[in-house]
């Protein structure tokens, strides 16, 4: 049975802890490349030598030559609909939690209250030694004022972005809160996630596993396709749009 936006927004509309996961591919319309996909970054380059933990330490210039272009790729990029969609759902008090693996901060900037940054964000800069943290804008300037790019703390060490990298723990809080929100679920929505990258591709089975719903809204097939009670495909702003619209005829 094919499924249709009116089929999720009845599924929202009825639960109780809505929970949102989203990936790479809500981001996508907004003009960010996904890394993972066919004839992304990472078949081009092996993320292991330009984005790995190792090669920030032992290489940073290496690392920050990779690392600058994609900082400097999000200027300009605003949220597109599905992010205003979320947002929109979390304000409404349909959608209880947001959980997501993407580091742009477009959530954020699109109003999402609260979003659990699995992955990190491109928000602050930290030093791995002192523990220093400065603004994106201030490790963009010290990145712009150093002579081989790479931005350095007072303590001399260079300084990284938020994004965990290759190599590195994810943050615990993070993690621990997004397996809170799965856990307490009844309903979860992914928007744009492969569901291959652990730990994250663990969190619908927690749902699953505590009697939850589980909807997927995604162009690219999933391991948990079969599991899903709404399966949509296309683009997510698109379908999201049409969710919200769903719900407010709903309401009328």
Not at 38 to 45: A, D, H, I, M, T
Not at 60 to 85: K, M, Q, S, T, Y
Not at 221 to 239: I, K, N, Q, S
């Amino acid at each position: 049975m094919a499924h249709r936006a009116d089929d999720l927004a009845s599924l929202l509309a009825d639960a109780d802890h809505a929970v949102v996961l989203t990936g790479a591919g809500i981001s996508t319309e907004s003009g960010i490349p996904d890394f993972r996909s066919p004839g992304g970054l990472w078949e081009r380059y092996d993320p292991m030598e330009v984005a790995s933990l190792t090669t920030f330490v032992t290489e940073p210039e290496r690392f920050w030559r990779f690392h600058r272009p994609r900082i400097d790729g999000l200027a300009g990029v605003e949220p597109n609909a599905a992010h205003r969609a979320v947002a929109e759902l979390e304000r409404r008090g349909i959608v209880k939690a947001l959980v997501t693996q993407n580091i742009d901060r477009l959530h954020a900037r699109a109003g999402s209250p609260a979003p659990i940054e699995v992955h990190g964000a491109l928000d602050r800069g930290s030093c791995l030694r002192c523990g220093a943290a400065v603004s994106m804008d201030e490790l963009v300037a010290r990145a712009d004022a150093a002579e081989d790019g790479v931005p350095r703390c007072a303590c001399g060490f260079p300084m990284k972005s938020g994004v965990v990298l290759f190599g590195e723990p994810l943050p615990a809080d993070a993690i621990e809160a997004a397996h809170a929100e799965a856990e307490h679920a009844d309903v979860m929505l992914v928007i744009g996630s492969s569901l291959l990258v652990a730990p994250v591709s663990e969190l619908p089975a927690l749902t699953l596993r505590r009697g939850g719903r589980l909807a997927i809204l995604t162009e690219s097939e999933t391991p948990y396709d079969e599991m899903a009670e709404v399966r949509l495909h296309g683009r997510a702003g698109e379908v999201m749009a049409e969710v919200v619209a769903a719900l407010d005829r709903r309401a009328a």
